[in-house]
């Protein structure tokens, strides 16, 4: 299995503009989760779908962020407009809920530079 | 709510020796699992070990092995003949119901002197 696969793994923008994270969770995998990682704030959960579902979104910053999930192999993160402090690596994971020693799995992450 | 406590910012270990990360959580479940990720430059978050709560044996996984005291609510990380390899920043965390909603502690940059 090629693991979590995110893209891209580097953007650059410009502060307005919209962008979009992409990931593709491990085949077979149901539960998806989106982490933020700062320096001043760490690794934060942002959102999480189980079954395609958005099952809690109270990490997500403000109505600038949304997630989908239009399938069982695909999910975006979105920012729409852009701001420099959305500046951080943008995680993806996943795991299959139910299993006894249930694991997540991450990808490399998007490092997003908002200028 | 949970929270998850890193008090050593940096460690250094020198090569083939053994050193013991520290880790504190807070949490009012009943049913959670603490976990070790380790994050090289490459920036992948890499699994490192797993502890159930519930599990009074505490986990190991080749050189790798905790220390889990549920009373203290501590959770350190021995790592055994470490290996330049083992460079890495090291993030504790916890999570209610499996492996879900983890919440990190802030990490330990943990350097491996040949």
């Known amino acids: 299995d090629a693991g979590v696969i995110q893209s891209p793994r580097h953007e650059v923008t410009e502060m307005g503009q919209e962008v979009t994270l992409r990931c593709k969770p491990i085949s077979g995998h149901n539960s998806l989760f989106w982490y933020r990682q700062t320096m001043m704030r760490g690794l934060e959960l942002l959102i999480y779908f189980n079954n395609n579902v958005p099952i809690d979104d109270s990490g997500m910053p403000e109505d600038r962020f949304s997630a989908k999930m239009p399938n069982a192999s695909f999910s975006t993160l979105k920012i729409q407009p852009s701001e420099p402090r959305d500046s951080a690596v943008y995680f993806c994971a996943s795991s299959f809920r139910g299993l006894p020693d249930e694991k997540l799995f991450f990808g490399s992450g998007t490092q997003l530079s908002v200028l | 709510a949970q929270t998850v406590t890193q008090s050593q910012p940096e460690m250094s270990v020198q090569e083939a020796e053994t050193v013991t990360l520290s880790c504190t959580y807070d949490t009012s479940e009943s049913d959670y699992y603490l976990f070790w990720y380790k994050q090289p430059p490459s920036r992948q978050m890499i699994l490192v070990i797993r502890q159930e709560a519930y599990k009074q044996q505490n986990a190991t996984e080749n050189r790798f092995s905790v220390n889990f005291q549920k009373a203290a609510k501590s959770f350190s990380l021995k790592i055994s003949d470490s290996q330049l390899g083992d460079a890495a920043m090291y993030f504790c965390?916890?999570?209610?119901?499996?492996?879900?909603?983890?919440?990190f502690g802030s990490g330990t940059q943990l350097t491996v002197l040949p």
């Open positions: 965390a916890c999570a209610r119901g499996s492996a879900r909603q983890l919440t």
